[in-house]
């Protein structure tokens, strides 16, 4: 039976990734988390899962794993947390190198691109993080290479489109629709990329099981390598609220500003690689969206 370390796994995508896994294998699965007692609760009832910290994982190194997924990483600005997000990716690549881990995933950003690039962004163009947390990111990439390149460990980076359930403004879209409030846009020309958690979660799924069929690229982008406009996101949100929630059209207010906001990634390179392809649109993605805020379909 094949043992999977999973780091991160309490958040979105890890939570997600663990029931892909359980659904589609019969893998063993090595959680790892800040709070491992939680995850210990929550899964209590099943056998494939240990729940660990990382220090506790440290401890276990006498065992053969044979994949690490590394999802762990603070979504934030606080130069602290990110900190401490660079120490914990130093940690498991320490443990990685330790047991010779025959797969190594590191999940990055799309962020690392920058704005010097029009979309679709290629694998193949230059790093230009421009914030703190796209810096954190990239420092991962660098890391991973850095400890992992010439080993026998598989190893890549995936840099990964905003998840369609942390974009924090679509989901204010959906929940002014839901209170019968406008939706707000200030600018309106920017151009956005998103992903649904399941698709994610599958292509992630999808990697692990290829380790032993290909040599994995240094990088790859996953995303729909769809972009949408904002306010086209707003409309979309106003329709299938009303015609499929029997929700009263509200208004769409635009502030006129000049925001610069072009987003995407070229996908192709995944998609060809892993046989792998998005099944959810962003229509689907915003349905799912009015399911989480609705608690079903009305």
């Known amino acids: 039976m094949k043992k999977l370390i999973i780091t991160g796994a309490s958040g979105l995508v890890g939570t997600e990734l663990v029931y892909t ?57 606080d130069p602290e947390q990110l900190a401490k997000s660079l120490d914990y990716t130093r940690k498991i690549l320490t443990i990685a190198k330790h047991i010779r881990i025959p797969s190594y995933i590191n999940i990055s950003s799309q962020s690392i691109y920058g704005d010097i690039h029009r979309p679709l962004w290629e694998e193949q163009m230059n790093a230009a993080p421009n914030y703190l947390y796209a810096l954190g990111k990239y420092a991962t990439e660098l890391m991973t290479q850095l400890a992992l390149q010439g080993t026998n460990t598989n190893w890549t980076n995936i840099r990964l489109a905003s998840v369609i359930e942390n974009a924090r403004f679509v989901s204010v879209f959906v929940r002014n629709m839901i209170e019968g409030k406008p939706l707000n846009i200030v600018g309106g020309s920017q151009k956005c990329s998103f992903i649904d958690v399941q698709d994610v979660a599958n292509a992630i799924y999808k990697v692990i099981t290829m380790q032993d069929k290909i040599m994995y690229k240094e990088v790859y982008n996953l995303g729909t390598g769809i972009q ?7 409309n979309l949100v106003n329709r299938i609220g009303h015609e499929e929630y029997s929700l009263p059209l509200t208004s769409i207010n635009i502030e006129q500003k000049d925001i610069h906001l072009d987003v995407g990634m070229d996908n192709r390179l995944f998609m060809k690689e892993f046989n792998w392809k998005p099944l959810y649109s962003i229509d689907d993605m915003i349905r799912s969206l009015f399911e989480l805020h609705t608690g079903g379909h009305s």
């Not at 939680?38 to 994949?67: A, G, M, V, W």
């Not at 949408?228 to 707003?234: G, K, L, M, S, Y």
Request: proline content about 3%.
């Open 21 to 77: 896994v359980l659904n589609n294998s019969n893998y063993s699965l090595f959680l790892i988390s800040t709070h491992p007692d939680i995850l210990k609760e929550k899964y209590k009832s099943n056998s494939q899962i240990t729940s660990l910290s990382i220090d506790e994982l440290e401890r276990k190194t006498e065992n053969e794993f044979d994949c690490i997924v590394h999802l762990a990483f603070a979504r934030s600005k």
């Open 228 to 234: 949408t406009p904002i306010v086209e996101i707003a």
